[in-house]
């Protein structure tokens, strides 16, 4: 049994039904969803315009378009996310890598190369994004990677991800922040963290609402975590941290680590201009 619909007609059908539910880029989602539905690029759907789909393939995609609507991120309908011009495996319970996070990579590379750092731990790991895009960038190096996150779901992800890209100098554990270090005792010259930074109740985006709220909402404040990770890296001697956080948190970071010993603290900006994240040398 065929489709009455061609490739083309179930394009227009959706782009419409998604223009009406606010979807911006309607016409390239569409392309995107029916495309992974049928694995055919889209160079293939626009070259085979004219050709019916099978009724299971039709419905398959009517179910990814309707979540859609919903405002579900593409990103987990299609289970793959590009972050660092690579493309990652993402599923439901870990957070979607974002684009400004790649400066934390280039800041923590560049901290690495310089001062011939080997032992790097992640806090926090999600979908793996960072430590295995550090594992992957210096494949050539003796980088040891340990990473730490509360969730199964998160950790689930990164072990997809440590898989496809072979990232064996990394460790993966099912802990909270460096509890897992207690019986290894390791020594770690780098400390990463893309850390949840939103107070909690907040009001957030549609599509954020599929996210984990354990890798958003951070508390009453929302700097809690950022702040407790920083006392962790002091009280464990490491000489590094590199922490992505809230645009509005520069101050309490800042009066905070008044109460620290430190050498230096640095702030960067995302590309919009907005404070993004922090590198403390202790």
């Known amino acids: 049994m065929e489709s009455h619909n061609t490739i083309k007609e179930l394009l227009d059908e959706a782009v419409c039904a998604l223009g009406e539910s606010g ?3 309607a016409r390239l989602e569409a392309e995107i969803l029916l495309g992974f539905v049928l694995d055919y690029n889209r160079v293939e759907l626009h070259c085979r315009y004219d050709e019916n789909v099978h009724p299971f393939y039709a ?16 990103e987990y309908l299609v289970e793959k996310v590009s972050f660092y011009g690579e493309e990652f495996y993402i599923s439901h319970g ?11 990579i280039d800041k923590a590379l560049e901290i690495i190369t310089q001062k011939g750092c080997k032992n790097i731990v992640e806090i926090g790991v999600g979908s793996g994004a960072i430590s295995i895009m550090l594992s992957f960038l210096k ?12 969730s199964p779901e998160a950790l689930f992800n990164a072990y997809v991800n440590k898989i496809k890209f072979n990232a064996k100098n990394l460790e993966l554990h ?27 109740g907040e009001k957030l985006p549609k599509s954020l609402g599929f996210e984990p ?6 508390g009453e404040v929302g700097d809690e975590m950022l702040l407790h990770i920083i006392d962790l ?4 001697k490491i000489p590094y941290a590199l922490c992505e956080m809230g645009y ?12 620290i010993p430190h050498k230096s603290l640095e702030f960067y900006k995302d590309l919009a201009g907005l404070d993004r994240g922090f590198v403390i040398s202790f």
């Open 248 to 259: 509005n948190q520069r101050e309490s970071i800042k009066a905070h680590l008044e109460k």
């Open 233 to 236: 890296a002091f009280l464990h």
């Open 94 to 104: 870990a957070l979607i890598p974002r684009p400004e996070t790649e400066i934390l």
């Open 174 to 200: 099912h802990s909270s922040y460096l509890d897992f270090n207690t019986k290894l005792r390791l020594k770690f010259d780098v400390l990463i963290a893309n850390p949840p930074y939103i107070k909690n």
């Open 139 to 150: 494949k050539d190096s003796t980088l040891c990677l340990h990473a730490s996150d509360i």
């Open 23 to 25: 979807i911006e880029r």
């Open 213 to 218: 709220k354990k890798a958003l909402y951070a």
């Open 59 to 74: 419905e398959s995609f009517w179910r990814l378009i309707k979540r859609r609507r919903l405002h579900e991120p593409i």
